[in-house]
């Protein structure tokens, strides 16, 4: 069940401009009968804390009269599958069945607060408070069900929402009816533990599954009021151009046209959209551009000429001498600025009625929507409510929910309601792209293969998974943001975070360099990582994504076109082995295998966990092989698939295995983002084992791979 299908009227928050949900009691009166847990928890960790989430944590979950349970979520549903993992959750605790579960996502007037929905927190972060409110709800139904037993809580047993003594049995439903019960969790719940789950570590289909594939399943853009208007914007032609004149006179004269001009907000709106489009296109305008300062093969030079004296974020030992008997490597890594691209470009419908702005958004953040909404327009937040469903793909992209601002703005003017949906060249003109990066590595390893030293440098894209996982004595990693002459950014648009913010452009330098130091000592990759590494998970994962590939022991190059590397992204251990063909006379690179194993803790749902990590193999081959966006300063110069290339059927590895390690003494860890991190490593490094040939740069088009083939 969608958020926008959910029966109740919206709702005041108690405390405008404060990051919290439903005021508690108007929450439990607009239920009516039924069961109703709050549960208050402090952040679980330091991550959570400064990810924002506040002490008072709500988890709403309701059970009604018929037993059913609904739990409300501030996280939305992507596609990542916490629509059903966190039902599964709360129907573990709960001891009920999934299909009596409920999920009411991402309503800022239902939904308990939440920071948004990113760096895969759902199931580690807010999965939590989920259990425990299940947990609460459990013993409270208990100690309704010894009442109306007139049994102990010790002799009594649950199972599927039917509490039973043996002789006599009550329904949740049964205990619910007549109630209207409040609770709030203030100390820690009981939970079940590993070896009594039923529903968590059971692989289920997608709760959303058939929504989905039929087609029912409703996005931001799906949404119709009546009297709904569509919007176009005019847009400058590069980011940093400023207007000189305009005219909109001819977009005036077309009938059923509104125009508006509000500050630097034009837009043309009608009834019908392509009546729209026709009149933005009438629409006149002339602009100052600026200068680029570099472009998409210049942005390397432009960002270690301005990276500053960089900032130290891990140091130990001496990484300034070089001991005698050691082989110094010296390496330069870079990879290009990367899109988004989901499949369902960035929308918002917005109606202003009685006082408040309804926003239905496709955003990965409701409650951080909201609070810019109300800024914006100059209103309480209790004055807006931001309603998201399902949403088409994020990965990142679709926090800031520019699009929901500017339909709220021009809804406000008009006093009709107003979709903007952004077309596809201007969802690549305003996404937040993954920055392109640098990264620059010193290296020494001794003649028994042990890595002495290694000095670490990261230039514009951040330090996620930069840390070293190897036993190195010696280690300096250190990051250059970099700044203009002006003190501004030095990306010339906006960037932002791209599944596993930084993550792929640092281990792909780190794990290359691996196999480089690998390879000049002659020892067998695998072998290499292994003498180098004392972490036992990191180990484990190594030796079972080895074992499915079937590794074959050898110093690359072997011929084989293998490789393998490991990375560690939001608690989780991945490691992915791979095998390629390279076409010498195309350069093409052609993905055979693809073997991926993942330790992630408990895991909630195995079949979402394989699925989020095919997903990421699939996109991660994206990054790697073909998306680079192009550019020159602010103009950027793709603005749809024709040229920014996303892997086609053709270029997607035809056998992808998947590995879960067993490991349920840990608490869930992330597993929307791990896999996609080794990507353009595990390939370059396979590139080599194949040809040779070492690749420093992403994408490996084929173009570049050649270029590399001939110069070898």
Known sequence: MTAQSWPFPPAETSSPGIATGLDRRLFCKLLGGGIVVLMTSKPADLLAQRRGYPEDLNAYLRIDESGGVTLFSGKIEMGQGVHTSLAQMAAE????????ITMVMGDTDLCPWDAGTWGSQSTRMFGPAVRAAAAEAR?????????????????????NGVVSNGSQKVTYGELAKGKQIARLVGEK????????????????????????????????????????????????????????????????????????????????????????????????????????????????????KTGGDGEAVTSHGDVTSTAAGTRVFQSTFRTGYVAHAPMEPHTALAEWKDGKMTVWASTQSP?????????????????????????????GGKSPTEQGVEATQLAKITGKPVAVVWTRAEEFFFDTFGPASVVKINSTV????????????????????????????????????????????????????????????????????????????????????????????????????????????GAGPSG???????????????????????????????????????????????????????????MGLGYVLSEELKFNGGDILDKNFDTYELPRFAAVAPHIETVLIKNDDLAPQGGGEPAIVPMGAVIANAVFDATGVRMYRLPMTPERVLAAIKQA
């Open 139 to 159: 013993a409270v139904l208990m100690k309704l069900a010894s009442e109306k037993l007139g049994s102990p809580k010790e002799q009594l047993v649950v199972e």
């Open 93 to 100: 605790e709960l001891c009920v069945s999934l299909d009596s």
């Open 189 to 304: 719940a009981v939970l079940r533990t590993v070896k009594q789950f039923k529903a968590i570590g059971t692989p289920v289909k997608r709760m959303d599954a058939h929504e989905k594939v039929t087609g029912r399943a409703k996005y931001a853009g799906d949404i119709r009021v009546p009297g709904m208007l569509y919007a176009r914007i005019l847009r400058p032609p590069m980011h940093g151009a400023t207007r000189k004149s305009l005219d909109t006179s001819k977009a005036k004269a077309m009938s059923g046209v509104t125009v508006v001009e509000h500050d630097d907000l034009v837009a043309v709106l009608h009834g019908d959209p392509e009546r729209a489009h026709e009149a933005l296109a009438l629409i006149k305008a002339e602009w100052d551009r600026p200068t680029a300062a570099f472009d998409t093969e210049s942005v390397a030079g432009y960002f270690v």
């Open 560 to 618: 084989q076109g293998r490789a393998i590397a490991v990375a560690l992204d939001v608690g989780t251990y991945c490691a992915i082995a791979a095998e390629v063909a390279v076409d010498r006379k195309t350069g093409a690179i052609n993905v055979k295998r693809v073997v991926a194993a993942q330790d992630m803790g408990l895991v909630i749902n195995p079949w979402g966990a394989k699925m989020q990590m095919s997903g990421c193999v699939n």
């Open 446 to 553: 001794d003649d028994a293969g042990k890595i002495s030293m290694w000095d670490y440098h990261v230039y514009a894209a951040g330090n996620g998974s930069s840390e070293v996982l190897y036993d190195v004595p010696n280690v300096r990693v250190k990051t250059y943001l970099g700044r203009r002459s002006g003190g501004e950014n030095v990306h010339p648009f906006a960037t932002g975070p791209w599944r596993a913010p930084g993550a792929g452009p640092n281990v792909f330098a780190r794990e290359s360099q691996i196999d480089i130091m690998a390879a000049a000592s002659k020892i067998d990759p695998l072998e290499f990582r292994l003498r180098n590494a004392s972490d036992e998970r990191l180990r484990r994962v190594l030796k079972a994504a080895a074992d499915a590939f079937g590794w074959k022991a």
């Open 367 to 395: 409650f951080g929507a909201r609070t810019r909404i109300a800024n914006v327009l100059g209103l309480e937040e209790k004055s807006v409510r931001v309603i998201t469903p399902f949403v088409g793909g994020g990965f």
